[in-house]
């Protein structure tokens, strides 16, 4: 199955831009990208995905590698309920089951 | 729209118990996920119900068991409850089975404390 690989942790100034990588060089070509965050004692919350091309939303923006073995979610100005555990995962579709690795845990500076 | 509900939100049971625990998912999602995560394996897959079907289960021993309802909610149990079965368990609503083009949304958890 397709894996990820994440940093453990990053730290970012609050009111600066973040760029959170992920690596993902054994993705098949119809895998989307999918990101969720996890803040302390809650649920996994959904970011953002895509597929091939540069997706924005209210909360990121997903930029994929053009051979999509890489993305990097940016998160344009971090604030402090930003910090958080940040999941890059590859969910399938089918009988496969999906898994969340270690992420990466960002702490904001204020 | 109301958010992915679950029921009870804490809980402490003693070993060899058993345990149940539901999910409300988001009106008109069917599709219903479950998790457990610890600090030492992360955020482990269960199972995934789809229109009152089982679609995927993970690596999980038999004692863990699950099913949906018509109106789309779950109900997950745990019998013979161990000491390591002590986690959050969430739960994850997502519009169709295709968690690849479609987000899920996750429930709070329910937090099982087993001495």
């Known amino acids: ?110 | 729209k109301a958010g992915v509900t679950q029921t009870p939100r804490y809980l402490i049971k003693t070993r060899g118990q058993q345990v149940t625990l539901s999910c409300s998912p988001i009106s008109g999602h069917r599709s219903v996920s479950w998790y457990q995560q610890t600090p030492g394996q992360g955020l482990q897959f269960l199972f995934e119900y789809f229109s009152e079907t089982q679609r995927n289960k993970g690596n999980f021993p038999g004692r863990f068991s699950g099913r949906q309802f018509s109106n789309s909610r779950s109900e997950m149990n745990v019998s013979t409850l161990e000491l390591g079965d002590s986690a959050l368990y969430l739960c994850a609503s997502s519009h169709l089975f295709d968690r690849n083009r479609y987000e899920q949304y996750f429930g709070p958890g329910t937090r099982l404390t087993v001495t």
């Open chain 1, 1 to 110: 199955d397709a894996k990820t690989t994440q940093p453990n942790s990053m730290e970012s100034n609050e009111e600066e831009p973040v760029h959170l990588p992920c690596n993902h060089s054994t993705i098949s070509g119809t895998d989307y990208i999918h990101w969720y965050r996890q803040l302390p004692s809650q649920g996994p919350e959904y970011v953002i995905h895509g597929l091939t091309s540069n997706v924005n939303n209210r909360m990121a923006s997903l930029a994929i590698a053009e051979d999509r073995k890489s993305s990097t979610l940016i998160l344009h100005r971090a604030t402090l309920r930003d910090a958080a555990v940040y999941y890059c995962i590859l969910p399938y579709f089918g009988n496969e089951k999906l898994t969340f690795g270690t992420g990466t845990r960002l702490t904001i500076i204020p």
